[in-house]
């Protein structure tokens, strides 16, 4: 297969083998086809929530207005004997 690139595409693949990230056009070409294959797999899942801590689960929750206090209380820290 012949492909033809833009000379813009052609500099960045240069600049990604001149710089060490990659071998040789074939790794580039590699990587670029596998995060093409990812972006494609990811979009066919649908769109991914953002993961919530703790706190904002609860506060969104049934038990939201239930007077749960979910602030951490401040370490006062510890006698410790030697």
């Given at each position: ?15 990604e ?9 074939d ?56």
């Amino acid at each position: 297969m012949t492909i033809e690139l833009k000379p813009e595409q052609e500099r960045i693949i240069q600049e990604e083998i001149r710089t060490g990230h990659f071998r040789n056009v074939d790794e580039v070409l590699d990587h670029a086809l596998a995060a093409l294959r990812a972006k494609n797999s990811a979009l066919k899942s649908g769109p991914q929530k953002p993961r919530k801590n703790l706190a904002q689960f609860l506060m969104e929750s049934p038990l939201a207005g239930s007077g749960l206090d979910l602030e951490r209380d401040k370490d006062q820290g510890r006698d410790i004997e030697l």
